[in-house]
């Protein structure tokens, strides 16, 4: 039987995948890198078979690569066959993309080409490829070679964005939250583009747009096919003005599905990717693994099994595939921490004392508490140890 190689396990995302290949009776090897010894969740999963830290590849991409192989051909060695790779976070996506054809001689493993990555990665470059599909975008307001932010005519709602978040986020260690500003007033804009531009010059200023925040998710093929395609709305998110999902809702979104499937077969996508909206607006891909993907899981859609499945030869039109891609439409799931930060933030600006209460009596009577699995706690009891370690 293949066994799998989960990189970045410390990375939430990574727990579905490790439950979801584990009670299948698959062998599914942690795997993170030195720097976040003990620290990497994943590992601590009953699921995991076993664990091992390679070294960070911003360090040295060599020894990342020789050290992932030899994880890799000591399992072929075991088993005859070549062990699927799934990349839970952007930093080993990006080592493995720039070792590809050294690491697939050992792995099999889904992953775009640079080209299809920057592409999406290029805020400035989706607004034209929008354009040429149909795709609304929000206006861009800096296109102009010559443009001065002293001199900008502020009027109303502005977003500050970078134009390549993704590479400024992980060499930066800039968090989601930390990529991008709503301002409100000129003095506000000129602080904010200054502070950011102090990271990089490449910033983007968009209109604000309005509307419920979508994201529809998929799993592309080596040929550019969707494997399995999941859509969500955002119920509540931290912080407010636009961060990652805290409480979210499986939803069947098929005017965006085709939006979605339209971009990325453009650019002959493979791999995970999510393609985020807010109201009828595309916002922006993020082309790795999302925040929520533990509610495609729950919810029904289990992409690491159809993942794993696709390297044993894949029918799309097999039964048991198109049982694996179906999800229960309306099912939610949140995050207990972050959601608790977005419920009293809501409350600081609507000031609702109603709302308030609703949203904190509910908590526990609809929908799941994130990725927690009574049968599989560890996970949870070693993050809880590491944030006290952390104050202490």
Same mark, same amino acid.
């Given at each position: 039987m293949k066994e799998v190689v989960v990189i970045e396990t410390y990375y939430k995302m990574s727990l579905p995948i490790i439950r979801s290949l584990g009670k299948r009776g698959i062998k599914v090897h942690a795997v993170d890198f030195k720097f976040r010894e003990n620290k990497s +969740?994943?590992? @601590?999963?009953?699921?995991?078979? /076993?664990?091992?830290? *390679? /070294?960070? !590849?911003? *360090?040295?991409? &060599?020894?990342? &690569?020789?050290? #992932?192989?030899?994880?890799g051909k000591k399992i072929f060695d075991i088993t005859g066959e070549k062990p699927v790779l799934i990349m839970a976070g952007a930093r080993s996506l990006k080592a493995v993309r720039s070792q590809r054809d050294k690491i697939s001689t050992v792995f099999d493993f889904l992953i775009s080409d640079i080209d299809a990555h920057n592409a999406l990665e290029d805020k400035r470059g989706l607004d034209k490829i929008s354009k040429e599909l149909g795709i609304k975008y929000p206006k861009v307001l800096n296109n102009d070679k010559d443009f001065d932010i002293e001199s900008f005519d502020f009027t109303g709602k502005v977003v500050v964005k970078?134009?390549?978040?993704?590479?400024?986020?992980?060499?930066?260690? $800039?968090? !989601?939250?930390d990529r991008y500003k709503i301002v409100e007033s000129k003095t506000e804009l000129i602080s904010e583009y200054k502070k950011m531009a102090q990271n990089s010059d490449k910033l983007l200023l968009q209109e604000y747009v309005t509307g419920s925040a979508y994201?529809? /998710?998929? $799993?592309?093929?080596?040929? /550019?096919? =969707? $494997?399995?395609?999941?859509?969500?709305?955002? #119920?509540?998110?931290? =912080?407010?003005?636009?961060? =990652?999902?805290? @409480?979210? +809702? %499986?939803?069947? $979104? =098929?005017?965006?599905?085709?939006?979605?499937?339209? #971009?990325?077969?453009? #650019?002959?996508? *493979?791999?995970? %990717?999510? *393609?985020?909206?807010?109201?009828?607006?595309l916002i922006e891909v993020n082309p790795r693994l999302w925040g929520s993907f533990a509610l495609s899981y729950y919810a029904g859609c289990d992409m690491p099994y159809i993942y794993y499945k696709y390297f044993l030869g894949f029918n799309n039109n097999d039964p048991e595939i198109q049982e694996l891609k179906n999800y229960k439409d309306g099912y939610r799931l949140r995050f207990l921490r972050s959601d608790l930060k977005a419920i009293f933030a809501y409350f600081s600006q609507n000031k609702s004392v109603e709302n308030f209460l609703k949203s904190i009596l509910k908590i526990f009577d609809s929908g799941k508490i994130g990725d927690i699995e009574l049968s599989d706690l560890s996970p949870l009891i070693n993050a809880i140890k590491i944030k006290f370690t952390r104050k202490g």
């Open positions: +969740q994943g590992m @601590y999963s009953k699921y995991t078979s /076993s664990k091992a830290y *390679v /070294s960070d !590849p911003s *360090v040295s991409i &060599s020894d990342f &690569s020789d050290e #992932l192989i030899k994880i970078y134009e390549n978040s993704e590479n400024i986020g992980v060499n930066k260690g $800039l968090k !989601p939250s994201g529809v /998710s998929v $799993l592309f093929s080596n040929e /550019s096919e =969707p $494997l399995a395609i999941f859509c969500h709305k955002r #119920l509540r998110e931290y =912080p407010i003005t636009g961060g =990652p999902s805290t @409480y979210c +809702q %499986a939803v069947n $979104l =098929p005017d965006k599905i085709n939006y979605a499937i339209k #971009l990325l077969k453009s #650019l002959n996508w *493979v791999g995970f %990717a999510m *393609v985020e909206f807010k109201g009828e607006h």
